[in-house]
């Protein structure tokens, strides 16, 4: 289902790979990390193409309700627990530098793409204690963070907390005006990598460097990332004839909504889940919040879109792996991938630059936290193993990643898989990996 995004921008397409290829940096995956990490480098007079199995944008970044911000749900009050007060304000430092970033980025290239100021709040109906606690973390973290109990929504909250100049932007406009700097070769999937060489249906390309910005690193080994992220989906809504709402706002209870305003919609987000485990009719309860908060507001426009979820709710950002120093990665943005792929662009160009970042070891993909990631592995390892063990039946749709059982999502009518993430058509053609391959047709529709 396409988003507002996708009806108000086309990004013109790009030839696919015109045979072999030697390039010094070989980015795969032409959303917004790639993009951006791509253009980076491109600036600093690297030789860069990018390969992208669809088309410029038409992964996650088309799907993002593309709020710029620090705040990333209850996430200070969780680092300065978990890692303490210097990783907390880490995390807070590269998050608002990327926010000032895209300004920086869009006024001097003068880039039309929506680019608003605007103030992101959590909000709470029933846990002032927990936005009580995030304002004091995010304020111990250096951001000038203010508790307030009114806001702009249509209900009263219990209390909400309000982080000062954020912003939002039409993120296709962006990356349209961005990758026209780029060398990008479209309907060029990648399907596999050895070393330096990139195979693609259309021929090899040699690189150097090589950069996984494809939203889920493909390759099982090294790196081993499919035992340390899974994927989570979120419903959007875009509606028409809703009164326009100030500020960009995201609820921490169980029901909460994500709430934005892009002219001349208002976007209604919400009933997250891991991807597999099926909620019923999502795009339902979503209209139906709709009515009962905006009555006369209409739904022109619905979809959904996913994203990887690490176990210590920090991304993978840096070095693929210690056995392969040349192959870097960006991916694990719970959510949070506008200011996260800017945050990977900014590292990763000092990286492959021969330069230090100072973020370089808070999000190292060679991590391993155990007491941050304790809860999500038990979650993640039981659903995985659950997913493999009934993958093992006969007459099953079987996901060619890793061979877990797909469960049939009715509201979008995909096969998803529970245990990574990998989603396919009713007829079982790939839509999202980190499958590489279509599933072979054992059983088609339910
Ligand atoms: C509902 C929802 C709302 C969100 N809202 C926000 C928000 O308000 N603010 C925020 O910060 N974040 C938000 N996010 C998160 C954000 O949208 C994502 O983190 C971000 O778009 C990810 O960008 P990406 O470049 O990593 O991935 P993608 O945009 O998916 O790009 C990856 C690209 O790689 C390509 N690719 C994959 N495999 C291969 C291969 N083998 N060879 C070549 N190319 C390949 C794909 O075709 C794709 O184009 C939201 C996420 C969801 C699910």
């Known amino acids: 289902m396409k988003s507002i995004w996708n009806q108000t921008c086309q990004i013109p397409g790009r030839n696919s790979l015109p045979g072999n290829l ?112 995030e304002t004091l973390a995010a304020r111990r973290a250096g951001i000038p963070a203010l508790e307030v109990t009114e806001t702009s929504l249509p209900f009263s909250v ?12 039409q993120p296709l406009k962006f990356l349209e005006a961005l990758s026209s700097s780029v060398t990008v070769f479209e309907h060029t999937p990648v399907t596999s990598v050895k070393d330096h060489v990139l195979s693609t249906p259309h021929g090899q390309v040699t690189a150097r460097k090589i950069v996984f910005a494809c939203h889920y690193p493909f390759p099982l080994i090294p790196g081993y990332f499919f035992l340390r992220m899974y994927q989570d989906q979120s419903y959007v809504v875009a509606l028409e004839g809703a009164p326009a709402l100030d500020g960009m706002y995201l609820g921490i209870d169980p029901d909460g909504l994500s709430l934005r305003q892009a002219d001349p919609w208002l976007l209604l987000g919400g009933q997250g889940r891991r991807v597999g485990i099926q909620k019923p009719d999502p795009y339902g309860a979503l209209d139906s919040r709709a009515r009962q908060l905006f009555p006369g507001a209409k739904t022109a426009l619905k979809w959904s879109a996913q994203d990887c979820v690490t176990l210590d709710s920090l991304p993978y950002i840096g070095r693929f792996s210690r056995r392969k120093p040349d192959w870097y990665v960006a991916t694990g943005f719970g959510k949070w991938g506008m200011t996260l792929s800017m945050v990977s662009a900014r590292m990763l160009t000092d990286l492959i630059c021969g330069q230090q970042s100072p973020y370089e070891s808070l999000y190292s993909p060679s991590r391993f936290r155990l007491r941050p990631s304790a809860p999500r592995l038990a979650v993640h390892g039981a659903e995985s193993a659950k997913g493999l063990i009934k993958g093992m039946a006969n007459g099953v749709m079987r996901c060619p990643h890793m061979g877990c059982r797909l469960t049939w ?10 245990c990574h993430g990998s989603r396919f058509d009713r007829l079982g053609r790939l839509i999202t990996g980190p499958a590489q391959i279509s599933c072979r047709r054992h059983r088609l529709i339910p």
Request: proline share 3%; net charge negative.
């Open 22 to 133: 030697d390039t010094e940096i070989a980015v795969i995956g032409g959303g917004l990390a790639g993009i951006l990490t791509a253009f980076y480098l491109t600036m600093e007079g690297r030789q860069v193409i990018v390969l992208e199995a669809s088309s410029t944008g038409s992964g996650q970044t088309s799907g993002t309700t593309a709020k710029i911000t620090s705040q990333h749900g209850l996430i200070y009050q969780k680092l300065l627990t978990d890692l303490g007060e210097t990783a907390a304000k880490l995390y807070a430092r590269s998050n608002q530098e990327a926010v000032a970033d895209y300004e920086q980025l869009i006024s001097s290239r003068r880039i039309s793409c929506s680019f608003e100021k605007k103030p992101a709040f959590l909000y709470t109906m029933d846990q002032p204690d927990a936005i009580h606690l």
């Open 158 to 169: 219990k209390r909400a907390v309000r982080f000062p100049d954020q912003a939002c932007f």
């Open 409 to 418: 999502n009715a509201a979008e009518s995909t096969w998803d898989c529970p």
